[in-house]
């Protein structure tokens, strides 16, 4: 089946724009997070979605970043008023849920602010 | 804390030989074990994990192996071949339910030579 799909594969945006990230999940997977990877390091975890709990959003790194998952399914980053440090790889994962741990990722988007 | 010590950064090694990369981690409730390989400019790719109640897992040249009491977990990979070579991040993972983060090290670059 189809895997863990984001959009777009590559952004470049000024800074101060806000930006959208989109990630489309493996259908049937309850859980989505959002990771991000900045050049040449390991992954940070900014938020998670499980079901209709409320999302975990100990990761985020300031009030400029939110996110929403709609119907369960698609999920969108938005970062506001970007800065140069905020570019990265913003990478999308997904898991089945009830006890099925193993995490998907998707391709990411590449996120530069110039 | 959440902590994950992953070691070494790099690694070279002939084709053919053994890669060992170890990681250590903090929190005693850790129950999921994950490794994922990145190839450059790809996604991460899961490609084997261990949970707590186990202490080796092995799928064909590649295995892992868990020490509760010492909290660290390693990776094995015999018999290397040159599309071996990526990064690898080990990460660990604490899930009462079915879901929760995943905290990842800071990756191991693997080089094999042909």
């Known amino acids: 089946g189809a895997g863990v799909s984001q959009s777009p594969s590559n952004k470049v945006t000024e800074k101060g724009k806000d930006v959208e990230l989109r990630c489309d999940p493996i259908?049937?997977?309850?859980?989505l997070y959002w990771y991000r990877q900045s050049l040449g390091q390991g992954l940070e975890f900014l938020i998670y979605?499980?079901?209709?709990?409320?999302?975990?959003k100990s990761g985020l790194p300031s009030d400029r970043f939110s996110a929403e998952r709609t119907g369960g399914s698609v999920s969108t980053l938005t970062i506001q008023r970007t800065q140069q440090e905020d570019s990265a790889v913003y990478l999308c994962?997904?898991?089945?849920?009830?006890?099925?741990?193993?995490?998907?990722f998707g391709p990411g988007t590449r996120l530069t602010v110039t | 804390g959440e902590n994950v010590e992953q070691h070494p950064s790099t690694l070279s090694v002939q084709e053919g030989d053994s890669a060992v990369i170890k990681c250590t981690y903090s929190?005693?409730?850790?129950?999921?074990f994950p490794w994922y390989k990145q190839e450059l400019g790809k996604r991460p790719q899961l490609i084997i994990d261990?949970?707590?109640?186990?202490g080796e897992k092995k799928d064909q040249r590649i295995a892992v192996t868990l020490n509760k009491t010492a909290k660290h977990f390693s990776l094995h990979i015999t018999e290397t071949q040159p599309e071996d070579s990526a990064v690898y991040f080990c990460?660990?993972?604490?899930?009462?339910?079915?879901?929760?983060?995943?905290?990842f090290g800071q990756g191991t670059i693997l080089t094999v030579h042909p």
């Open positions: 259908s049937g997977h309850t859980a």
């Open positions: 929190d005693s409730a850790s129950n999921y």
């Open positions: 990460a660990w993972f604490v899930g009462g339910t079915s879901y929760g983060k995943l905290t």
């Open positions: 994962a997904s898991s089945l849920g009830l006890a099925k741990y193993e995490q998907y």
């Open positions: 979605f499980q079901g209709n709990s409320a999302p975990d």
């Open positions: 261990i949970r707590s109640n186990v």
